[in-house]
């Protein structure tokens, strides 16, 4: 069941995260969430390495653009190029609305694109709106487990 | 001075051949030999007087026969510079000579007691004449002691310095007379009064003595040569008679007795040493040398004066167009700067009005300097005027040329009527390419000198007055002048095109200077990129953060606090969301520096219609009647920021009425229509409009308003908002060409109008 498998946040912004998480938990369907600070945890966590040699495939990615070290748009370009985990959905989960970050993170083959509303109750409908979407009505890759 | 009758024509005294008039003047005799024999074959019907022999029983005779064994050998000598002092018919004469073809011209004139004495009475006149100039300091110093010297010498009653200016016209500029006789210190004569064939023979002929104008001339015997059957040729000779017509003149004028020295300057006529004495009056040979020597000295001493007052007129030049740079440099603009200094463009080229058409070469946002207006300094056709005449120039003149004329009239007949002005121009091409342009303007030449005889006032002669009288040559030249200004010299069009290259080392300079500027604020437009680019991201950051916790201890939190604990929680949750408002503000008009307009045809109307839907919730909450009295026009812009303004100001003119009834009139003032005096900024063709009956603006801050961030009222007050959209929208109009301004006053409203430029360039 798609459930099983968790989101994966990427964002090193605390307290973007811990309103996600808090949204998350709120939702009459919880979302599993797992976060990471930062770029090269992100990679470590989906090649699983290190901390994260036991580490579940993500269903998700939820990727932060602008992060200190590696930046959203270098683990993005990297998953895409590497035939293994390229039909990983990943979307960008960004404050910036620069048309510049959202064209480039089409063009380096991010699957969506979302804003980070606003602080308050918009988060909770983008959250709605992420689950709703990717994980009820799109079908993702890895499809036998869904079936299960 | 040699001025024509009036009633004779004046090209005919231009052809008059006055040196072959066939006599000469009765106060000395000329006899013509041929060498080797010495046989006389011409000689002047007044011989028998000085040499007692009629001229019959001299031709064709030896010259030994009036003349001693030694006078002839001093004669054979060749010709001397001065006069010989021979025996001739036992009687001392002093002896011009020069040779003709074969011939040997011998002019004799019987020595007078004073000039007897000795032959060292001509070198103590020299002296005497010659002091006096090595003490004189200064050109007109120097000319005052040459026409005291000259009238001591010879006690003629007037002697005048006369110098010729490039178009032939004369100016006396020093004179020295007898109490008795009219004075012509300063003025200036017609080109007319010296006519062409006189100038040259001036030039050959240094030394001109009419000694009396009422002696009959003597005839030559015989009137033509044997050989050539043509009179002889007096060019040469002391003694030539004089033209009747000059004689008349001076008769007229009641001058007994003319004399005139030649002043030369590198060979060419500089000017005249012109005596007139009341009465018929002789100057010996000698004298007469004596005043040659002087005006050769004169004429040395003058070039060097003159080189001098080139050099130190050079000077002056290059320091009046150091002063110019220097003071432009200093200037907030060049035209600025110009305006203050305009005295100093005058004086480089001696005119009396000046136009500069700098075009945008210099800074465009200088007031006067923008588009075609010129600069004017002095006395100058009017702005109009001046861009017409530069249009023609352009077209005209040929690129980079220097342009002269002083006959702007005859050439560009627009300012032929301008001779007031403009009759003379000297122009420098600034820009080859564009009709840029220093000009230089001079008044018609009647308005600056004094003429020597009013036209319009004949005056009568009075009896026992010499003066002069009014002349048909000097009417006719007047009219030959009429419409021209005094000459440009070399000097002043060097000063001219030495000004141009100042000029456009300084528009270098400038251009240098603004691209260092723009560099400059490349690296500080990068810089400010990373900073607007760190704020966006780094401090929204922390500024989400704020805002999030706020949210997140209010829903947990909210019941375990006071209501003044909730408060300051709520408060500071509202000062994270206006900070980051602020920061979103910032950020998008810092954009605007780096925005490209999308110009298109765009329905106005259409884009009002689709703001006041977006904002249509806004207008019902608030009860705002929506006035369009008229369709709003089809115009060229950039619909999107266009879109922005017109958001701005209907959000501003919702925003600022605390009472019902609230309406926000939409409207423009079309091509055509007139406009209330506060739409008169522009003259633009479509002035749009955003009109409400709200709390107004004091006129003080009829501009703050537009600057960023800056607010009339407190930050929560009317909605709140961070300051910045008039900031934004004023921005967005300029970047179209266009403006916003806002007329309003306290309690009576406010009009935001705005204006869109010309389309796209």
Redesign the interface.
């Known amino acids: 069941m798609t459930g099983t498998r968790p989101l994966l946040l990427v964002e090193d912004?605390?307290?973007?995260a811990?309103?996600l998480e808090?949204i998350a938990r709120r939702l009459p369907s919880p979302l599993p969430l797992v976060r990471v600070r930062d770029g090269e945890s992100a990679l470590d966590y989906l090649y699983q390495r290190g901390t994260y040699a036991s580490a579940p495939r993500p269903a998700l990615v939820l990727l932060d653009l602008?992060m200190p070290g590696m930046g959203g748009r270098e683990v993005l370009s990297r998953l895409k190029a590497d035939p293994r985990l390229r039909c990983l959905p990943i979307i960008i989960f960004s404050?910036?609305k620069?048309p510049l970050d959202v064209e480039g993170a089409y063009a380096d083959g991010a699957n969506s694109y979302l804003f980070?509303p606003?602080?308050?109750e918009q988060l909770e409908v983008a959250a709605r709106a992420l689950q709703a979407f990717w994980l009820h009505a799109a079908r993702l890759p890895g499809a036998e487990d869904s079936t299960a | 001075m040699r001025p024509s009758a009036p009633e004779l024509d004046l090209s005919q005294c231009d052809r008059e051949p006055i040196h072959l008039l066939g006599g000469v003047q009765p106060h000395g005799v000329l006899l013509a030999f041929r060498e080797p024999d010495l046989t006389v074959v011409v000689v002047s019907a007044n011989a028998e007087g000085l040499l007692g022999l009629p001229p019959e029983s001299l031709r064709g005779q030896s010259v030994t026969r009036v003349l001693d064994a030694d006078s002839l050998r001093r004669v054979r000598a060749g010709p001397a510079i001065g006069p010989v002092w021979v025996t001739a018919g036992g009687r001392a004469c002093s002896a011009l000579l020069h040779t003709l073809d074969s011939l040997t011209v011998l002019e004799l004139e019987l020595l007078e007691d004073e000039d007897a004495t000795a032959e060292e009475d001509a070198l103590s006149a020299v002296h005497q004449l010659v002091s006096p100039l090595a003490l004189a300091r200064g050109t007109t110093a120097l000319l005052q002691a040459a026409a005291d010297g000259v009238r001591g010498l010879i006690g003629f009653d007037r002697v005048m310095v006369y110098r010729f200016h490039a178009d032939w016209h004369g100016e006396v500029l020093a004179e020295s007379r007898s109490a008795d006789v009219d004075g012509f210190l300063g003025l200036h004569f017609p080109a007319t009064d010296i006519p062409v064939q006189a100038r040259a023979l001036y030039t050959r002929n240094p030394l001109r003595l009419i000694a009396d104008v009422n002696a009959r001339p003597v005839a030559l015997v015989p009137p033509t040569l044997p050989d050539t059957g043509h009179p002889l040729d007096l060019s040469g000779a002391a003694l030539r008679s004089v033209s009747e017509v000059h004689l008349e003149y001076l008769r007229n004028m009641g001058v007994g007795a003319s004399f005139s020295v030649s002043l030369l300057k590198d060979g060419a006529l500089w000017g005249l040493i012109a005596c007139h004495h009341l009465s018929p009056r002789h100057v010996s040979a000698a004298r007469r040398q004596a005043c040659e020597v002087l005006a050769r000295l004169l004429s040395l001493q003058l070039s060097a004066e003159e080189r001098g007052a080139e050099a130190a007129s050079r000077a002056r030049r290059a320091d009046l167009q150091g002063q110019l740079v220097t003071r432009l440099g200093e200037g907030p603009s060049l035209p600025v700067a110009l305006d203050s200094h305009g005295e100093l463009l005058l004086e480089l080229t001696g005119a009396t009005g000046a136009a500069l058409l700098l075009g945008d070469v210099l800074d465009a946002d200088a007031q006067g300097a923008t588009g075609d207006t010129p600069l004017l300094f002095g006395k100058t056709p009017g702005e109009a005027e001046v861009r017409a005449l530069a249009a023609w120039l352009a077209a005209e003149a040929g690129r980079g040329a220097t342009f002269q004329t002083e006959r702007l009239g005859a050439l560009y007949p627009p300012l032929a009527a301008r001779t007031d002005v403009a009759a003379g121009l000297l122009a420098v091409r600034l820009d080859p390419e564009a009709p840029r342009f220093a000009l230089w303007f001079r008044p018609e030449v009647s308005h600056t000198v004094i003429w020597a005889g009013d036209p319009h006032k004949p005056a009568r002669p009075e009896p026992g007055q010499t003066r002069l009288h009014p002349r048909g040559s000097f009417a006719a030249w007047r009219e030959e002048v009429r419409g021209a200004s005094a000459p440009w010299t070399r000097e002043d069009v060097a000063a001219a095109e030495s000004f141009r290259g100042a000029l456009a080392g300084m528009v270098l300079r400038h251009a240098a200077e603004l691209s260092r500027l723009s560099r400059a604020l490349a690296r500080s437009n990068a810089e400010l990129e990373s900073f607007s680019g760190t704020v966006?991201?780094d401090l929204?950051?922390?500024l989400?953060?704020?805002?999030?916790?706020t949210?997140?201890f209010l829903e947990d939190h909210a019941d375990s606090l006071d209501p003044e604990g909730r408060e300051h929680l709520q408060a500071v949750g509202w000062l994270a969301?206006r900070t980051q408002a602020m920061l979103d503000d910032l950020f998008e008009y810092s954009r605007l520096g780096r925005l490209e307009l999308a110009w298109g045809e765009t329905e106005m109307q259409e884009l009002v219609d689709e703001v006041l839907g977006t904002l249509s919730a806004r207008l019902e909450e608030g009860r705002t009647e929506v006035r369009l009295p008229r369709r709003l026009p089809r115009v060229a812009c950039d619909a999107v920021r266009i879109r922005q303004v017109w958001a701005n100001l209907l959000t501003n003119a919702v925003k600022y009425q605390p009472a019902e009834p609230r309406w926000v009139e939409l409207g423009f003032l079309g091509p055509g229509e007139p406009r209330p005096a506060a739409a008169h900024r522009s003259d633009a063709p479509y002035v749009f409009f955003v009109r409400d009956p709200g709390i107004g603006i004091p006129p003080q801050f009829h501009e703050s308003i537009f600057e960023m961030f800056r607010r009339l009222h407190p930050a929560q007050a009317y909605g709140g908002g961070s300051g910045a959209g008039l900031a934004i929208a004023r921005r967005l109009v300029r970047l179209h060409g266009g403006d916003l301004w806002v007329d309003s006053a306290p309690g009576q409203g406010s009009t935001f109008y705005f204006t869109l430029g010309r389309g796209p360039a």
Do not use: C, L, M, N
């Open positions: 912004s605390d307290a973007d811990v309103a808090r602008h404050s910036s620069e980070k606003e602080p308050g | 966006g991201h929204k950051e922390p989400r953060g704020i805002q999030q916790y949210t997140f969301r």
